[in-house]
Every structure is written in structure tokens, then in C-alpha cells.
């Protein structure tokens, strides 16, 4: 099955931007390749436009947070919930809440590092990086991985204080996802929902096309376009999530 997750709502946008960040960085582990290095690097920078483009990111992330830890309070009265398993849920948001508190502070670690301080408006200029607009990084690759991987290690760590709050909603919104048989007639559906702030679509692996959304939380077209430029495109069957923050699907 192919997957294709689409936001509804701004903060949704941006946790799933933030998500595909954090991903980037934990498959990029080999530090005596500049590819891997480079796209650490590139991910670290993404990162850091997108908290600064959104200086509400820390209230909304906590807003979420406690929302769904209010919801998990409720689940608990039900007397078929697996109280166990809520309670562990319950322990990361309380864990990733604490993290929150540092988010001021990464900030300033991050934009200080002399190293991401030199390489950050570099990716804005064509091959601004190289050895003679860059020789302190160009130095700093040249040393031993294992002093290589405590400069990144530093900077990852300074990501968990957003990594694991945008990580643990996404987890929690998806945990209730429920998923609903659709067809696409000649590839095209539009559907109304009430709101929320994603939809997940799933369709078989065999289809040669992609989904295209558009669309605003309660109203969205879906309209699936052929891999190759002007093939048919018959009807399609697929699966789609409407996932709301508010744990209730």
C-alpha cells in the first residue's frame, strides 16, 4: 500500500514538515560522507527557518499536548481501556512537556554554533559551500568521525525539545485513525469532513499515479493524476483517515 498524508490545518503543515526533518537527520549516520553530512546539515537549517517562522510553535505544541492528555484522562473512565497502555501515553506527553521548556535556549545554541552560523546562508547561494568561502567547515570534515559525530550528536540533541513533543502528537493523532473504503471516480473525489487537521490516503501499490489535494479542513478535493503524462486514469479505490487533533475520530 502506498501512503499519502495530507495537512488541513497551518500547525498540522508544519509538524509534518518538522517530522520529515527529524527523519532526515536520523538516516543520514554515515559522517565521512559529505552526502550524509551535507544532508545533516541541510535538515539542521530547515529546522531552524521553520521554528523561526513560527513563533507560536511552542504554544500550540503545548496546547496539543495537554488537549490530548485531557482526552487520555477520559479514556480512562471507560472500564474496557487497557489503562496500562494510556498511562504510558500519558508519561510521554508529561515527558515531552518538560522538554518544551528548553526550546528558548536551543535556539540560542543552535544559532551560535560556529559551524551552523557559517554553513546556514551558504545553501542559499550555488555551491556556497567549498573550500575557499567555507575552510572552517572544510577543516571540521577533515577530522575523526568520532569528532565529527559529538558536533552532531550536540546538535541533535538540541532538537529533541521539539523533536519528541511534534513526534509524540503525530503518534497520538494517528493512533485513532480510522479508515474508510473510497473510490475515486475517473480519479476524482470531493468529499466534506468535519474539520480536522490531516487526512491519510492509502491506495494499492499497483496504481500508476499519485493523489493531488486541495482544499481547507472541512472541504477538499482528492484527484488522482497518472505517473505517465496523459494515460487513462479509471476508478480508483483507496482508504482515507480524517485525523483530528482532538483524539476523536
Known amino acids: 500500500m502506498l501512503k ?23 538516516e543520514s549516520t554515515d559522517l565521512n560522507s559529505i552526502q550524509h553530512v551535507m544532508f545533516v ?7 531552524i527557518d521553520l521554528v523561526d517562522g513560527s513563533s507560536a510553535i511552542k504554544i500550540e505544541l503545548l496546547k496539543d499536548l495537554e488537549k490530548s492528555d485531557s482526552k487520555l484522562k477520559l479514556w480512562l473512565d471507560d472500564p474496557e481501556c487497557d489503562k496500562e497502555f494510556v498511562n504510558e501515553l500519558r508519561v510521554k506527553i508529561t515527558e515531552a512537556k518538560a522538554l518544551l521548556d528548553g526550546f528558548t535556549r536551543q535556539r540560542t545554541v543552535l544559532k551560535d554554533d560556529p559551524i551552523i552560523e557559517l554553513i546556514k546562508p551558504r545553501f542559499l547561494t550555488p555551491s556556497g559551500i567549498n573550500c575557499f568561502d567555507t575552510p572552517l567547515f572544510e577543516f571540521w570534515f577533515t577530522l ?33 485513525a480510522n479508515y474508510s473504503d473510497r473510490v475515486a471516480k475517473s480519479g476524482f473525489m470531493q468529499e466534506s469532513a468535519d474539520t480536522c487537521d490531516l487526512i491519510d490516503i492509502q491506495y494499492d501499490s499497483s496504481v500508476r499515479g499519485y493523489p493531488v489535494v486541495s482544499g481547507f479542513q472541512s472541504r477538499f478535493n482528492i484527484r488522482f493524476l497518472p505517473f505517465e503524462k496523459g494515460a487513462p486514469v479509471g476508478d480508483i479505490p483507496f482508504k482515507i483517515a480524517y485525523i483530528k487533533s482532538s483524539l476523536e475520530q
Open 4 to 26: 499519502y498524508e495530507f495537512p488541513l490545518s497551518p500547525r498540522a503543515r508544519t509538524y509534518l514538515k518538522l517530522e520529515q526533518v527529524f527523519k532526515n537527520t536520523l
Open 41 to 47: 546539515l541541510r535538515a539542521i537549517v530547515d529546522y
Open 144 to 176: 575523526p568521525a568520532e569528532e565529527k559525530q559529538k558536533s552532531v550528536d550536540k546538535w541533535l540533541h538540541e532538537l529533541d525539545c521539539i523533536r519528541i513533543p511534534v513526534c509524540t502528537i503525530l503518534y497520538l493523532w494517528r493512533l485513532c
